[in-house]
T-cell receptor, first 110, second 113 residues
Framework: DAKTTQPTSMDCAEGRAANLPCNHSTISGNEYVYWYRQIHSQGPQYIIH???NNETNEMASLIITEDRKSSTLILPHATLRDTAVYYC???????????FGKGTRLHILP | DAGVTQSPTHLIKTRGQQVTLRCSPKSGHDTVSWYQQALGQGPQFIFQYYEEEERQRGNFPDRFSGHQFPNYSSELNVNALLLGDSALYLCASSLSGSQETQYFGPGTRLLVL
């Protein structure tokens, strides 16, 4: 079973920051937090991952709480192309199997 | 640099038939994982291949089998197809022991009638 809890769906206005929360209260010390997204009928796309420090790349920022029991993915300026299902995942090894939950369906509104 | 490729893109079979799906990993990757995604659900892990051997397996029956070739490409075989096998089948590749994460292909959509 997935070790994360995410809201089923969220809306965000185009141009605004989209903040997607994820709870992972049973995360172990050696588990990373990964985020993927899946645009309709495509394969999942890797976004970002982190262990305990906040991370930023060209796509998004990842904020992990100090106790590591929750995190937030931030898309700074959402566009219509960011409409997708976003999956928050915790896993140990980088080539270990990925256990997906149901994710958050993010709708970007024009 | 080609990413992960899968073939065919779509496939229609009937119950009881057998199907073979193919995956070519991203250049430089040596590990291939297969996932099944039913409509409205997240992908479910089937198995992972490394050095031409099955390294991990999810909760799927023996009707699901695979193979990895010396060039790291892989096949997923499903025997005795059931209606419930209708799904999007995803292949993901990675480099064992590296810092990189898994990269997914576009998937093969299988419809069993």
């Amino acid at each position: 079973d997935a070790k994360t809890t995410q809201p089923t769906s969220m809306d965000c206005a185009e141009g605004r920051a989209a903040n997607l929360p994820c709870n992972h209260s049973t995360i172990s010390g050696n588990e990373y937090v990964y985020w993927y997204r899946q645009i309709h009928s495509q394969g999942p796309q890797y976004i970002i991952h982190g262990l305990k420090n906040n991370e930023t790349n060209e796509m998004a920022s990842l904020i992990i709480t100090e106790d590591r029991k929750s995190s937030t993915l931030i898309l700074p300026h959402a566009t219509l192309r960011d409409t997708a299902v976003y999956y928050c995942i915790v896993r140990v090894a980088r080539d270990d199997k990925i256990i997906f939950g149901k994710g958050t369906r993010l709708h970007i509104l024009p | 640099d080609a990413g992960v490729t899968q073939s065919p893109t779509h496939l229609i079979k009937t119950r009881g038939q057998q199907v073979t799906l193919r995956c070519s990993p991203k250049s430089g990757h040596d590990t291939v994982s297969w996932y099944q995604q039913a409509l409205g659900q997240g992908p479910q892990f089937i198995f992972q291949y490394y050095e031409e051997e099955e390294r991990q397996r999810g909760n799927f029956p023996d009707r699901f089998s695979g193979h990895q070739f010396p060039n790291y490409s892989s096949e997923l075989n499903v025997n005795a197809l059931l209606l419930g096998d209708s799904a999007l089948y995803l292949c993901a590749s990675s480099l064992s022991g590296s810092q990189e994460t898994q990269y997914f292909g576009p998937g093969t959509r299988l419809l069993v009638l």
